[in-house]
T-cell receptor
Framework: DAKTTQPNSMESNEEEPVHLPCNHSTISGTDYIHWYRQLPSQGPEYVIHGLTSNVNNRMASLAIAEDRKSSTLILHRATLRDAAVYYCILRGPQGGSEKLVFGKGTKLTVNP | KAGVTQTPRYLIKTRGQQVTLSCSPISGHRSVSWYQQTPGQGLQFLFEYFSETQRNKGNFPGRFSGRQFSNSRSEMNVSTLELGDSALYLC?????????????FGEGSWLTVV
C-alpha cells in the first residue's frame, strides 16, 4: 500500500484558514487521494477526494501538486467543530478498492 | 437515509470469551468492511465482505472472523478474547462505485476485555 506522511499535529484559530499537508511520493497513476476525518468518539467521515485536479466541496478544498507527490487539504474558515484527526489516504486498485489504509493522521486543534 | 448502524455500542467481556458485533450498512450498499482502532496501532483494516464473500483480509489472527448475510448485514466475531482485543471496532459500507466512491463509517462498538 502506498504510504502517506502527515504532520502529527497542527493548531489553528477559529475563523482562520487551515492548510493540512500530505506527502505521498510513491503514489501511482491510478491512486486516488482521499481525506477522512475523525471527530472525538465517532467513526471517520469522508471529507473530499481527488485524482489529479484540485477539488472543492462544501466542507473543504483539495489542492493536488502537479506531480501528485503531495496534496493539501484546505479548510477555509476553521470552526471548533473541525477539531479532529485528519487522515490522508491513497486508494488504489492494489490491495482492494474498498480498503482504506490509515496512517496516524494529523490532529487538528482549533482555538476559540 | 439511515447511516451505518452498529450494535452493541458498548460491551465488556472477560478474557477467553467470544464476542459478536453486528453492522447494518446503508441501504443499497453491498460492501461492508471492518476496522479495529486502538491507541497503539491506530485504525487497522480487518476484512471486507461483498455479496456474502470475503474479498479482502487484513493481517489479523484467525480468532477474528466475519460474515455477511444476503441482506448485506454483517457480523464479526472474535473468539478467545485477549486483553489486547480491547478496542473500538468500526464498520464501514460503500456502494462499490470505483476508487472515487465514498466509504461511510458507523459510530463503532467499544469492546473492553477484562
Amino acid at each position: 500500500d502506498a504510504k502517506t506522511t502527515q504532520p502529527n499535529s497542527m493548531e489553528s484559530n477559529e475563523e482562520e484558514p487551515v492548510h493540512l499537508p500530505c506527502n505521498h511520493s510513491t503514489i501511482s497513476g491510478t491512486d486516488y487521494i482521499h481525506w477522512y476525518r475523525q471527530l472525538p468518539s465517532q467513526g471517520p467521515e469522508y471529507v473530499i477526494h481527488g485524482l489529479t485536479s484540485n477539488v472543492n466541496n462544501r466542507m473543504a478544498s483539495l489542492a493536488i501538486a502537479e506531480d501528485r507527490k503531495s496534496s493539501t487539504l484546505i479548510l477555509h474558515r476553521a470552526t471548533l467543530r473541525d477539531a479532529a484527526v485528519y487522515y490522508c489516504i491513497l486508494r488504489g486498485p492494489q490491495g482492494g478498492s474498498e480498503k482504506l489504509v490509515f496512517g496516524k493522521g494529523t490532529k487538528l486543534t482549533v482555538n476559540p | 437515509k439511515a447511516g451505518v448502524t452498529q450494535t452493541p455500542r458498548y460491551l465488556i467481556k472477560t478474557r477467553g470469551q467470544q464476542v459478536t458485533l453486528s453492522c447494518s450498512p446503508i441501504s443499497g450498499h453491498r460492501s461492508v468492511s471492518w476496522y479495529q482502532q486502538t491507541p497503539g496501532q491506530g485504525l487497522q483494516f480487518l476484512f471486507e465482505y461483498f455479496s456474502e464473500t470475503q474479498r479482502n483480509k487484513g493481517n489479523f489472527p484467525g480468532r477474528f472472523s466475519g460474515r455477511q448475510f444476503s441482506n448485506s448485514r454483517s457480523e464479526m466475531n472474535v473468539s478467545t478474547l485477549e486483553l489486547g482485543d480491547s478496542a473500538l471496532y468500526l464498520c464501514a459500507s460503500s456502494s462499490v462505485g470505483g476508487l472515487g466512491n465514498t466509504i461511510y463509517f458507523g459510530e463503532g462498538s467499544w469492546l473492553t476485555v477484562v
